[in-house]
């Protein structure tokens, strides 16, 4: 409760809104408390917050998981996107969780895209959320600059 009480504070005293706020469970936590995270994520919800299930299909984020919670947004492992333009089972496994995120109301996003053949083929199966190295390097502190963003990869992908 308190990282809770401290982002509302936080929200308030900066005027950011809340619904642009996302709280993420990560796929190393392994939910022990099921009723618990059921808790945790009303209470986000009551408050206008959005919650994402990172790294899904790796480590405890499984399916398992998603028939006793629904997330926001479903973000799919890095794992499962390397090379998926060229490999026929990560396809089918990627176009079968698009169907079951689309099914319960949830935002698909592909992480560790790195290139823009990735991105076409996520785009065909309906993603339209990414992170990657092709869109930016990590960086602490601040955010990257437009002239590390090659924006040319999403335009001419429509």
Known sequence: MA?????LAAAEEHGF?????TFEFTEDERIIDRGHLKAIIDTYRRHNFLTALDDFGAGYAGLALLADFQPDYLKIDRCLVDGIDRDKARQAIVAGVMLTASQLGMFAVAEGVE???EVAFL????????QGFLF????????AGAEDIPWHVLSEQG
């Open 3 to 7: 990282c809770l009480k401290l982002t």
């Open 136 to 143: 930016a390097k990590p960086v602490i502190g601040k955010l």
């Open 123 to 130: 785009r065909a199966l309906g993603i339209r959320f990414f």
């Open 17 to 21: 809104p809340r619904h642009l706020i």
């Open 115 to 117: 290139r823009p053949e």
